[in-house]
């Protein structure tokens, strides 16, 4: 069965910086976009970035451009989001997303746990 398996969040002061990973398995990772979406309590989840299937085209929320790049491995099945210049507002509950095609339009259809990102001095 798909899995998507989140990790490298924790606290970070403001300024600084963190890489998430998502090891992915239970499909043929590679031919299939990935995303990354993050959620405050009692806020709607907000996509933060997105990608195609070989890892081309990307896509990201405008609170995040210049600040946060996405990229994949397709060989470890990994999908990555580094994240540089933390802001408070950066603090989310982060997941990791599959997508059901090769392009990053087409719909989510599955969803990891979450990884906790918390920027705070």
Do not use: H
Not at 74 to 100: F, G, H, I
């Amino acid at each position: 069965q798909v899995q998507l398996v989140e990790s490298g969040g924790g606290l970070v002061q403001p300024g600084g910086s963190l890489r998430l990973s998502c090891v992915a398995s239970g499909f043929i990772f590679s031919r299939y976009a990935m995303s990354w979406y993050r959620q405050v309590p009692g806020k709607e989840r907000e996509l933060v970035a997105r990608l195609s299937s070989g890892g081309i085209y990307r896509d990201y929320a405008n609170s995040v451009k210049g600040r946060f790049t996405i990229s994949r491995d397709n060989a470890k099945n990994t999908v990555y989001l580094q994240m540089n210049s933390l802001k408070p507002e950066d603090t989310a509950v982060y997941y990791c997303t599959k997508r059901d095609g090769t392009s990053y339009y087409d719909r989510v259809d599955f969803w990891g746990q979450g990884t906790q990102v918390t920027v705070s001095s």
